[in-house]
């Protein structure tokens, strides 16, 4: 090292004495040209190294700082806690108790809007919806000979919504009132010495708010045959009301159960509970980081633009999905045409995601967080330069990823051991999978496992396989193509299954009928 060193200052040294002379350096400074480039992109790389592992250890260092300090938080008038001297070597130590620390902070895409770069391609998102437009007032125009717009999918998707928002209403009631009820009576018998049968009633009354939260939606869905938006109403408020039942629970038992001799115990507040059920994370806490004040604009213009993009959804279905697979099933099958639907649903279906990801993740939930003042805003990450599932899956959802780290996989590793870190992931794997697959056999009606073996036997394998290692930007490429392909997989198998049961009827309905795939043997 020392050695080169001294050769580049040595060229160095001659170059510039050559750049006095009026001739004869050229032969030298070409001689040295290669070694000195070939060292100055040596030296950059190794500062690249070195700034990507102090970034590492100065962002762990800084998460565990913030979290001590969240933790150890004085009571008013109290004291400040002094800094442990280990404190900081424990930083490198895997911790099995990590909480979820809120801070104020704003979306990744508020903050790349702020790019005239970005926003351009925003506009361009916006011009693609102008284009459906024009080609569907086109197309109505010459066929009917009159410019009309027509909503048939949109208004059949959301029919009858609002009886399912009848059944939103006892629903929310159900988590509203008995988990908090369950958790104080507990608290109080705990405290009154009948730990038993506060035990006994709470557990109860949690049974029946589990089966009001499981049941109902299902039969309403069922027994009035909903169309598939107003069940997605249902199916996400019931999967998010028991993820929250469960959090608030499972963040306020513990401190109940520490407890010592019934001294001390205290319910969380009401109004605490309260506003957790509407803010946007399934992570309990009893305060959050809120703004200062509500901008009325903001909320108006995420709405809107989450307004937009179901109809974005909807003329995508309507022109680039119904007239491929209506009537698919009525042909005869094929390998040829199987292989050509997915090619073709591979357009159509990287849109709906990156519109389910812009309405709903984005718009959506900035919307409530506006609302409601709530001051963390990191709903998601730059999951689209992810080069492994393993990152894609921990930031395509962070609201979702916190709870199944926090009560899946923290848990499981606190329930098997620290050594059983792959038991764990694969449990996190296992409940993802089954419930989205779940939420799908809910909307459509169905149960075909297209989610179920794209998330479980291939998604599982490749978050093993593509791990966070790999970071050239083929990887990304190599994630994107299975992005594409894995949304033309799921449009085309569910279209045709969605057809194929409304060609195919069943005579007879049996369980074996219900749970085969129709479109297998629908073709003619």
């Not at 970005?118 to 919806?129: E, K, P, S, V, W």
């Not at 199987?338 to 357009?347: P, Y």
């Amino acid at each position: 090292m020392e050695q080169r060193a001294a050769r580049l200052r040595r060229r160095t040294g001659s170059r510039g004495e050559q750049e006095d002379r009026p001739s004869g350096g050229g032969n030298a400074e070409a001689h040295g040209g290669p070694d000195l480039v070939q060292w100055t992109r040596h030296m950059e790389a190794v500062k690249m190294q070195l700034l990507k592992q102090l970034q590492g250890q100065l962002l762990e260092l800084l998460d565990r700082a913030m979290l001590e300090a969240v933790q150890s938080y004085p009571a008013q008038g109290g004291p400040l806690p002094t800094i442990p001297p280990d404190s900081l070597s424990k930083t490198q130590e895997p911790s099995l108790r990590k909480r979820k620390v809120f801070v104020i902070r704003k979306s990744l895409l508020d903050e790349l809007m702020e790019v005239q770069h970005f926003r351009t391609i925003y506009h361009m998102f916006i011009a693609g919806l102008c284009v459906f437009i024009i080609s569907t007032l086109a197309i109505d125009f010459i066929d009917a000979g009159r410019l009309m717009l027509e909503f048939d999918l949109l208004i059949f998707s959301f029919g009858q919504l609002p009886l399912a928002l009848m059944t939103w209403v006892p629903m929310f009631l159900s988590t509203l009132l008995v988990p908090y009820q369950a958790l104080r009576l507990w608290a109080r018998s705990q405290a009154g010495g009948a730990w038993t049968l506060g035990m006994g009633l709470s557990c109860v009354l949690l049974v029946l708010h589990m089966a009001v939260l499981g049941i109902l939606p299902v039969h309403v869905a069922t027994e009035y045959q909903l169309p598939p938006a107003s069940r997605c109403v249902l199916v996400f408020e019931q999967v998010r009301l028991l993820m929250k039942s469960y959090s608030f629970l499972r963040e306020a038992v513990p401190g109940i159960l520490h407890a010592k001799g019934g001294k001390g115990v205290q319910a969380p507040s009401f109004s605490s509970y309260f506003y957790f059920l509407f803010c946007p994370t399934l992570i309990y806490r009893e305060t959050y980081p809120r703004t200062p004040n509500i901008r009325w604009n903001y909320v108006a213009k995420n709405f809107s633009q989450a307004l937009g993009c179901v109809l974005y959804a909807c003329f995508i279905m309507g022109r680039l999905c119904v007239p491929v697979f209506a009537n698919m099933s009525r042909e005869p099958f094929s390998t040829r045409a199987l292989v050509l639907s997915v090619m073709h649903a591979t357009l159509p279906g990287i849109f709906m995601l990156l519109l389910i990801f812009f309405a709903f993740l984005h718009c959506w939930l900035n919307a409530f967080a506006e609302m409601l003042r709530f001051g963390d805003r990191m709903f998601y990450r730059d999951w689209w330069n992810s080069t492994s599932f393993s990152n894609y899956y921990r930031t395509w959802n962070v609201v979702v990823h916190d709870w199944l780290y926090s009560y899946v996989y923290q848990d499981g590793l606190w329930l098997l051991g620290s050594q059983a870190r792959r038991a764990a992931m694969l449990g996190v794997f296992l409940v993802s999978a089954v419930v989205h697959e779940y939420i799908f056999c809910f909307v459509l009606g169905f149960f075909y496992p297209v989610m179920l073996i794209l998330f479980l036997v291939i998604g599982g394998p490749m978050n093993f396989m593509m791990h966070d290692r790999h970071t050239g930007p083929a990887w990304n490429v190599l994630m994107w193509t299975m992005l594409f392909l894995g949304q033309g997989i799921q449009v085309s198998l569910y279209c045709q299954e969605w057809y194929a049961r409304r060609h195919c009827p069943l005579p007879q309905t049996t369980f074996w009928g219900l749970v085969t795939p129709r479109s297998w043997s629908c073709h003619t």
